[in-house]
């Protein structure tokens, strides 16, 4: 028996190890391909493709278009996965691979109309293949589809049995209109303020530094059920972006110092977009070069063209504009027809039109997609909706021309200001901020975006009453009179994501003040002169006087509270989220309590869990924390009046309690760093055990919300997953653009098993860069591998 039991037990790991040899050769046979060599259709000469240390193709083509084609073929080989999912997310087809689970999301993105815009816009666009950006983009899709359709699919394929479709142009488009809607604070602010303005009255909303209009037409029009399916869209809309686990647009730093303000004489730029952690992360990196043109950029799936990049004669980088350019609109429904709305002093029939959303392992869900003449019935995206007054969406995305991909052709390659800032011009929706400079000295900025004109006194912040002409667009700005900064004498130009200075005042839902002001403080300081590693520095700064602002106002009261040791120590926290430090648990914590305690009992539960994800909330909580009298102090469901105070010491008391039930009794372990964590989440990750394959972290992270280093995390209890951050960070000197250094927050690979799935995860965590390579020399002496791609015969 004995004897048995041995071969019983030999058989049964002679299984497991041939289960494990196959499954390690299954996904070893995913794995890019980086040297060798393999034939592409459509090459009109061999392309060499050299692989640095950390992955980078640094591509050489003898023309643009086997370029763009061989940047195809290897941006799909690291990140096809990456590619499937946005497509899917943007056009609203996730459920046809994951489920019923992922419908309302489906509902949401079709809803927004960004498939059927994309599909009308590339099929108008593409007519003609008259432009080098067109060829560009056929060229690269076509590289991205012959590998898709000649190499091994992702591990992910499998697991998700997703059936291989060529990408085209639309896809392209779809997830532009994905990227533009990931900027859109309306969905969570609008409602919010206009339930502020219309329920709580004037005193309520003040902290929020908005006009209160006692008359106010809406206040007739949105009734209970109104309000709840606007709450439903608040939360449908976040949750939908948490849902995909794919990477969303949040904010960003750049700056750009002339040469008389640097170490080396000639102009220096910075940059790091910050964006939702993602495994992979957003930002493929290549290298590409042919006669005529070389860039080092930094590309998005299924995108040709670099959104960030430089070479040895000029660089740019990005900020969000965070301009308003999504107006929500509540239509005057007629009692006699659900069909038509008031408009222009006429009822007006409502556009339908009808889709289907595939759903594994169930039937597909039919959609009625209505259309008033502001934009698409956004309540349609709520399966059950309860409300009677359709709410439109007017979108600069879809109202506009937006010739995006030729403006990034052109700013691929503008190597001065004239052509910088008619490339800019192009830009049309997202809004964004271009920070640009080139080797020969010229520094500038440039918001860049299709400005609506608005009747006079309409304020974009509240839902508009599509009845009257307050909704109604005048027509759109030119350019030149878009906020914007060539050359300015102080020597520097700087964005992060606050109203841009000047007169004219464009309505949007910018960040804190406070970030910019710590970035601006030091670069006017004349006394600095600029260079790579003071750079890093401020790209790494961890400080805000924000937390100030909040609690200097309250020290009085915090002063009469029990535990003063620990409320000494928050006094004294100069603002900088070191993680070391506890004080800035403590703050947060308390921060949180104090917004809670001050806004749910009016707002209900879901409406303060929405405004607490917007930057609204950043703004309003300096004011109410300096007004002892706000009406927000007082709770609605006791008898008494209670104070700022009482609510002071009652945030105190909960924030220690809860802190000791989570973090543990021992206040000394309460440091930030054990606090304050990034984990960088793949989509199968959401699915545990899959967390523990495909996840990436955690890793104790610096910095916070509107820090310079803007590692941040929503207002919420401890602990803190930080959400968003610096996407890459990158600086450039002009005078040494081959010196210029970089990072990825992940990898450059998306396949899991890759040496480069997460090789720079831990260098990002600790704030540390490496070289992006662009001179021949550093380029050969950093090849580890080498592709060559042939023409076919």
Not at 170 to 182: C, K, N, P, Q
């Amino acid at each position: 028996m004995k004897k048995w039991s041995l071969r019983i037990v030999a058989g049964f790991l002679l299984v497991l190890l041939g289960v494990a040899a196959a499954l390690a050769w299954h996904v070893h046979s995913k794995q890019p391909q980086r040297s060798g060599e393999l034939t592409i259709s459509g090459l009109h000469a061999a392309v060499t493709v050299r692989y640095d240390e950390f992955g980078v193709p640094h591509i050489e083509a003898q023309n643009e278009v086997d370029l763009y084609r061989a940047l195809g073929f290897v941006h799909a080989q690291d990140r096809l996965f990456q590619m499937e999912m946005l497509r899917r997310l943007s056009r609203g087809e996730l459920a046809a691979i994951l489920g019923p689970k992922l419908v309302e999301t489906d509902r949401l993105f079709r809803t927004l109309g960004i498939r059927a815009h994309a599909d009308a816009y590339a099929a108008r666009e593409f007519a003609q293949i008259d432009t080098p950006a067109k060829r560009a983009l056929l060229a690269y899709l076509d590289g991205v589809n012959q590998f898709q359709d000649t190499r091994p699919a992702p591990l992910e394929f499998d697991i998700l049995d997703i059936k291989k479709r060529p990408f085209t142009p639309a896809d392209t488009v779809s997830i532009g209109g994905y990227l533009a809607y990931s900027f859109a604070a309306a969905f969570r602010t609008e409602p919010a303020l206009t339930l502020i303005r219309d329920q709580l009255g004037a005193g309520h909303l003040k902290i929020f530094d908005q006009p209160w209009q006692p008359d106010g037409v809406l206040r007739q029009q949105l009734r209970p059920g109104d309000w709840q399916d606007l709450g439903r869209l608040a939360q449908l809309s976040q949750d939908a972006l948490a849902a995909a686990g794919q990477p969303l647009f949040e904010g960003s730093n750049a700056w750009a110092v002339a040469g008389a303000r640097t170490v080396s004489g000639r102009p220096l730029l910075a940059g790091d977009p910050h964006i939702q952690f993602a495994t992979p992360a957003v930002w493929y990196e290549a290298h590409l070069k042919c006669p005529g043109f070389e860039l080092y950029g930094h590309h998005q799936a299924l995108n040709p063209l670099a959104l960030l990049g430089h070479n040895d004669k000029f660089a740019w980088s990005l900020t969000m504009f965070q301009n308003d350019d999504v107006d929500l609109v509540a239509e005057k429904l007629n009692p006699a027809n659900p069909n038509e709305v008031w408009h222009k002093d006429r009822w007006e029939a409502l556009q339908s039109r009808e889709e289907l959303i595939a759903v594994k392992g169930a039937e597909p869900v039919k959609l009625t997609l209505r259309r008033s003449s502001h934009g698409p019935i956004i309540n349609d995206a709520l399966a059950g909706a309860v409300g009677e007054t359709p709410i439109a969406l007017w979108w600069a995305f879809l109202e506009t021309e937006n010739p995006v991909l030729e403006a990034f052709y052109a700013l691929n390659r503008a190597d001065s200001l004239d052509k910088a800032r008619a490339a800019s011009a192009q830009i049309h929706a997202p809004g964004l901020n271009i920070v640009w400079a080139n080797a020969g000295g010229d520094i500038a900025w440039w918001a860049a975006a299709k400005l609506p004109i608005r009747p006079a006194g309409v304020n974009p912040s509240f839902i508009l009453d599509g009845a009257s002409s307050e909704a109604d667009k005048l027509g759109f700005l030119p350019f030149a009179q878009n906020p914007q900064e060539e050359n300015p004498a102080r020597g520097y130009v700087v964005s992060a994501n606050h109203q841009p200075a000047g007169a004219l005042q464009v309505p949007g839902y910018y960040n804190l003040w406070d970030r910019a002001e710590r970035l601006d403080s030091l670069l006017r300081d004349p006394s600095i002169k600029w260079a790579p590693a003071n750079s890093k520095a401020l790209q790494l700064d961890v400080q805000t006087g924000y937390s100030q602002r909040v609690l200097r106002p309250l020290l009085p009261l915090l002063r009469q509270v029990p535990e003063q040791g620990l409320v000494e120590e928050m006094a004294a926290w100069d603002g900088a989220y070191k993680t070391e430090l506890r004080a800035p648990v403590l703050y947060q914590q308390f921060l949180f309590e104090l917004a809670r305690l001050a806004l749910q009992d009016e707002l209900g539960e879901k409406v303060f869990n929405n405004l607490r994800l917007t930057r609204a909330l950043d703004h309003a909580l300096p004011r109410l924390m300096a007004d002892p009298t706000s009406p927000w102090w007082d709770k609605r469901d006791t008898p008494a009046v209670e104070t700022q105070a009482e609510i002071v010491a009652e945030a105190w008391g909960l924030s220690l309690s809860y802190l000791r039930q989570t973090l543990g009794a021992d206040a000394k372990s309460w440091t930030w760093g054990r606090a304050h964590t990034v984990t960088h989440g793949h989509p199968l990750g959401l699915q545990k055990p899959l967390d523990r394959v495909f996840n990436v972290g955690p890793f104790a992270a610096a910095g916070s919300h509107e820090t310079p280093n803007n590692m941040a995390a929503r207002i919420g209890p401890a602990p803190w997953a930080v959400v968003y951050g610096p996407s890459t960070r990158r600086i450039i000197d002009l005078a040494k653009p081959a010196e210029s250094l970089g990072i990825n927050p992940v990898g450059q690979s998306g396949v899991r098993g890759d040496r480069h799935y997460a090789d720079q995860a831990q260098m990002h965590a600790l704030g540390r860069y490496r070289a992006q390579h662009l001179a021949e020399a550093d380029v050969a002496a950093h090849t580890r591998s080498t592709l060559s791609l042939q023409p076919a015969r």
